[in-house]
């Protein structure tokens, strides 16, 4: 027999939870458009901020965006959502991208200047990480930029239904919170000190942004000025640095090589004994040395701005600058050296594409990690050892039978980010095509181990320091002459994990060398005996360096 079901029965209890789902559903897809909003109105401008409770904030765009579609209707509330949305989801890219600036280069983003510095990011993973982490890095990045602003723009439609559906209401709350607001900005309420409960995130960023555009815009005018006046440009072949002639001149940047390494506590100890044993056999051997500071025009990365003020006298601090002087016919010390009729080579072994600018600096020969013939493991960003480098340049340059005068520049790579691993020294004469340092690769720990750790990768930072300066100084003791001179120092601080957030720029830099007169030239610097500056020795900016350089010994 069927049994009807009578007209206005309610329905069935398995009727009703298909709707019931949808309901939960809608809720739920509610309450994460509300937090990716909230998210991205409320990201605090600090790497040391990011914590849930920074989050949990009363932001003033929020207000102010509730307000605009409370007086909107239908059709154009919905296309002002959307585009509000977006435009939300471009500032927390540019949040995302400032903080990751600010915890590895301990400045903010740049976004007219800095644009050209995301290559740079992608081949530093890759060679720490190995290409497919890079890879990886690379997608995963750019799916963020489509999928972000695309998901805010979303998140504001729905939030924007929903005011529309409940319009009275929602203009109640928002006036309340108004409220609050305002008494929370007046009396600095926080729920995370320094993180104002009362938030102006978005609006801050944005106001950030705004003012850096113009003034970014006019660098490139700014520099072009400035690069105009150059003191050197015609000097005379034969007036330039005569009383080098006959010497070997050797820079050695040793990469990440800050003032945190010789003061800070963590690192100062052993950097400092490292320090102190060269200066004692240095002595032994019959050098000297003086040392002081320079400022350099970056921190925790872009070695080549570094490398490029160092060389120029020019302040070098984006790539726009960096571009506009390896285009120029500015005097560097290495093409001054090149007229001098000195030979001038580099040994740059984390170069690993082409490097047209060896013209522009007056480099005759530069060996990349391809032309050094390293065959062993790689280390990581750092393919080789900083000894191997040094025994490339004392096998195919300084060491060559009959050669006329030299000008070498040796970056020392081993003391580059991720500082792992970390090698050791061997004898010189054991090196061969590397191979011989495969084990020291194979029983280390990868970066992505150590960088779990950030104790581990400040005790690994100190190593690899003291490592670079060791190779050097073996090397000096093992095959320096008497016409040597030593130019080294560091190319800027290492990132914020290491300094603690200091915002110092200072390097060490070191002259040294057995000749007297040469050290009596320098004396006028005041800069100090040892291969340690003093906190309080004589601080010059980078770009002060080649004039004074010039002048000395012109």
């Given at each position: 027999m069927t049994v009807s079901t009578p007209l206005g029965t309610a329905p069935s209890a398995a009727d009703d939870r298909p709707r019931r789902t949808r309901r939960i559903g809608s809720a739920v897809l509610t309450g994460l458009a509300a937090m990716l909003v909230l998210v991205a109105l409320t990201a605090p401008a600090e790497v040391a901020q990011v914590e849930p409770l920074a989050f949990l904030r009363l932001p003033v765009e929020g207000l102010a965006g509730v307000a605009l579609l409370l007086l909107l209707r239908g059709g154009a509330r919905r296309v002002v959502a959307l585009v509000l949305g977006g435009l939300l989801g471009v500032l927390l890219l540019l949040r995302v991208v400032d903080l990751g600036f600010r915890s590895v280069l301990a400045r903010p983003f740049d976004p007219v200047l800095d644009g050209a510095l995301l290559g740079n990011a992608v081949d530093f993973l890759t060679g720490s990480f190995g290409r497919t982490g890079g890879i990886a890095a690379l997608v995963a990045a750019g799916?963020?930029?489509v999928a972000v602003p695309v998901l805010t723009a979303l998140a504001a439609r729905r939030l924007a239904r929903l005011l529309g559906e409940h319009r009275r209401v929602s203009a109640r709350v928002v006036a309340g919170l108004t409220a609050v607001w305002l008494v929370c900005a007046v009396l600095g309420a926080q729920?995370?000190?320094p993180?104002?409960?009362?938030?102006?995130?978005?609006a801050s960023l944005t106001w950030a942004v705004g003012k850096q555009v113009p003034v970014s815009l006019?660098?490139?005018r700014a520099f072009a000025e400035q690069a105009t006046v150059d003191a050197f440009r015609d000097t005379p072949p034969d007036q330039l640095l005569t009383a080098l002639k006959g010497k070997d001149v050797v820079v050695a940047y040793v990469e990440s090589y800050g003032r945190s390494a010789v003061e800070d506590p963590q690192y100062a100890g052993g950097v400092g004994a490292t320090l102190?044993?060269?200066?004692?056999?240095?002595a032994a051997a019959g050098f000297g040395s003086r040392s002081g500071w320079l400022t350099s025009p970056i921190s925790g990365g872009g070695s080549w701005l570094a490398?490029?003020?160092f060389l120029s006298g020019l302040w070098i601090d984006n790539q726009q600058r960096y571009r506009s002087l390896t285009s120029s016919d500015r005097l560097t010390l290495s093409k001054a050296f090149q007229r001098a009729d000195w030979r001038t080579v580099g040994v740059m072994p984390g170069t690993t594409a082409a490097w047209p600018e060896g013209t522009f600096y007056g480099v005759d020969q530069h060996y990349d990690v391809h032309a050094l013939g390293y065959r062993g493991l790689n280390y990581s960003w750092s393919p080789m050892p900083d000894q191997f480098a040094l025994s490339r340049f004392q096998q195919w340059e300084y060491g060559v039978p009959g050669r006329g005068p030299l000008l070498g520049e040796v970056t020392l790579t081993s003391s580059h980010v991720p500082w792992t691993p970390v090698p050791t020294m061997r004898d010189w004469d054991s090196l061969g095509d590397g191979h011989v340092f495969d084990e020291q690769v194979r029983a280390a720990d990868p970066p992505d181990v150590v960088?779990?750790?950030p104790a581990r990768v400040r005790d690994s930072y100190g190593r690899t320091i003291r490592y670079s300066l060791d190779a050097l100084l073996s090397w000096v003791q093992n095959y320096a002459d008497d016409d040597l001179v030593l130019i080294v120092l560091g190319d800027h601080q290492p990132a914020p994990i290491i300094t603690g957030g200091s915002t110092n720029h200072d390097v060490p830099i070191s002259v040294v060398t057995k000749d007297r007169a040469v050290l009596d030239k320098v004396a006028g610097w005041e800069w100090q005996p040892g291969l340690k500056p003093a906190p309080d020795a004589p601080v010059w900016r980078m770009d002060a360096f080649r004039d004074r350089f010039l002048d000395?010994?012109?």
């Amino acid at each position: 027999m069927t049994v009807s079901t009578p007209l206005g029965t309610a329905p069935s209890a398995a009727d009703d939870r298909p709707r019931r789902t949808r309901r939960i559903g809608s809720a739920v897809l509610t309450g994460l458009a509300a937090m990716l909003v909230l998210v991205a109105l409320t990201a605090p401008a600090e790497v040391a901020q990011v914590e849930p409770l920074a989050f949990l904030r009363l932001p003033v765009e929020g207000l102010a965006g509730v307000a605009l579609l409370l007086l909107l209707r239908g059709g154009a509330r919905r296309v002002v959502a959307l585009v509000l949305g977006g435009l939300l989801g471009v500032l927390l890219l540019l949040r995302v991208v400032d903080l990751g600036f600010r915890s590895v280069l301990a400045r903010p983003f740049d976004p007219v200047l800095d644009g050209a510095l995301l290559g740079n990011a992608v081949d530093f993973l890759t060679g720490s990480f190995g290409r497919t982490g890079g890879i990886a890095a690379l997608v995963a990045a750019g799916l963020l930029v489509v999928a972000v602003p695309v998901l805010t723009a979303l998140a504001a439609r729905r939030l924007a239904r929903l005011l529309g559906e409940h319009r009275r209401v929602s203009a109640r709350v928002v006036a309340g919170l108004t409220a609050v607001w305002l008494v929370c900005a007046v009396l600095g309420a926080q729920l995370v000190p320094p993180v104002p409960f009362a938030s102006r995130s978005a609006a801050s960023l944005t106001w950030a942004v705004g003012k850096q555009v113009p003034v970014s815009l006019a660098d490139e005018r700014a520099f072009a000025e400035q690069a105009t006046v150059d003191a050197f440009r015609d000097t005379p072949p034969d007036q330039l640095l005569t009383a080098l002639k006959g010497k070997d001149v050797v820079v050695a940047y040793v990469e990440s090589y800050g003032r945190s390494a010789v003061e800070d506590p963590q690192y100062a100890g052993g950097v400092g004994a490292t320090l102190a044993r060269g200066d004692r056999d240095l002595a032994a051997a019959g050098f000297g040395s003086r040392s002081g500071w320079l400022t350099s025009p970056i921190s925790g990365g872009g070695s080549w701005l570094a490398h490029a003020t160092f060389l120029s006298g020019l302040w070098i601090d984006n790539q726009q600058r960096y571009r506009s002087l390896t285009s120029s016919d500015r005097l560097t010390l290495s093409k001054a050296f090149q007229r001098a009729d000195w030979r001038t080579v580099g040994v740059m072994p984390g170069t690993t594409a082409a490097w047209p600018e060896g013209t522009f600096y007056g480099v005759d020969q530069h060996y990349d990690v391809h032309a050094l013939g390293y065959r062993g493991l790689n280390y990581s960003w750092s393919p080789m050892p900083d000894q191997f480098a040094l025994s490339r340049f004392q096998q195919w340059e300084y060491g060559v039978p009959g050669r006329g005068p030299l000008l070498g520049e040796v970056t020392l790579t081993s003391s580059h980010v991720p500082w792992t691993p970390v090698p050791t020294m061997r004898d010189w004469d054991s090196l061969g095509d590397g191979h011989v340092f495969d084990e020291q690769v194979r029983a280390a720990d990868p970066p992505d181990v150590v960088w779990s750790d950030p104790a581990r990768v400040r005790d690994s930072y100190g190593r690899t320091i003291r490592y670079s300066l060791d190779a050097l100084l073996s090397w000096v003791q093992n095959y320096a002459d008497d016409d040597l001179v030593l130019i080294v120092l560091g190319d800027h601080q290492p990132a914020p994990i290491i300094t603690g957030g200091s915002t110092n720029h200072d390097v060490p830099i070191s002259v040294v060398t057995k000749d007297r007169a040469v050290l009596d030239k320098v004396a006028g610097w005041e800069w100090q005996p040892g291969l340690k500056p003093a906190p309080d020795a004589p601080v010059w900016r980078m770009d002060a360096f080649r004039d004074r350089f010039l002048d000395t010994f012109g």
